[in-house]
């Protein structure tokens, strides 16, 4: 079974369009993040929830929104998509301790047109 | 979290010992050393960590310099399929607010057959 899921693995779509990214880990972890990897290959975290709160919200615009119906997963919407948003994302989780490290997803690869 | 250097890019024959290192002068005591793993369009795959003392699991072995300032990763066996980018990042473990992963630019491993 795979850890940690997100569907779709690529998506494309049109400018000012609205989207979705799902994630979904089956490891009982109580921390979920979100990731941007640009066209450099630069990581970067997004958003981060714990036990259903937001605990890390970087600076990304406010038409990207992190939902958690549960503990169990954590999606991405994405309003009014522009050129800029072409990245590939990244769900993970991690769970805390002293021997925390954190899975990834396998990424969705988003291009805007 | 501390921030950490890397060389870019390193070769390393297949079969051979691949030391990939890693300086974190400014790190604080109680932060530890992680090395994760990106694979070529794959998401980010934790190896190793530690604090103080040497590490060794299935997959790699990580020496920490006494004064902590540096660190070396060890593949031991490399193979092709190492070939990836590995990333060397220090962070507090379970830090309440800043459990997220700060990646830097990495160091890409190339295996030669």
């Known amino acids: 079974d795979t850890a940690v899921s997100q569907t779709p693995k690529y998506l494309v779509t049109q400018m000012g369009n609205d989207k979705s990214i799902k994630c979904e880990q089956n490891l009982g972890h109580d921390t979920m993040y979100w990731y941007k990897q640009d066209s450099k290959k630069f990581l970067k975290i997004m958003f981060s929830?714990?036990?259903?709160?937001?605990?890390i919200n970087e600076t990304v615009p406010n038409r990207f929104s992190p939902k958690s119906p549960d503990k169990a997963h954590l999606n991405l919407h994405i309003n009014s998509l522009e050129l800029g948003d072409s990245a590939v994302y990244f769900c993970a989780s991690s769970q805390d301790g002293v021997r925390e490290r954190a899975f990834f997803g396998q990424g969705t690869r988003l291009t805007v047109v | 979290d501390a921030k950490t250097t890397q060389p870019p890019s390193m070769d390393c024959a297949e079969g051979r010992a691949a030391n990939l290192p890693c300086n974190h002068s400014?790190?604080?005591?109680?932060?530890?050393v992680y090395w994760y793993r990106q694979i070529h369009s794959q998401g980010p795959q934790y190896i190793i960590h530690?604090?103080?003392n040497n590490e060794t699991n299935e997959m790699a072995s990580l020496i920490i310099t006494e004064d902590r300032k540096s660190s070396t990763l060890i593949l031991p066996h490399a193979t092709l399929r190492d070939t990836a980018v590995y990333y060397c990042?220090?962070?507090?473990?379970?830090?309440?607010?800043?459990?997220?992963?700060?990646f830097g630019s990495g160091t890409q491993l190339t295996v030669l057959p």
């Open positions: 990042i220090v962070r507090l473990s379970h830090s309440g607010s800043a459990r997220q992963l700060t």
């Open positions: 929830y714990n036990n259903k709160e937001l605990i």
């Open positions: 400014t790190i604080s005591g109680n932060e530890y």
């Open positions: 530690g604090l103080k």
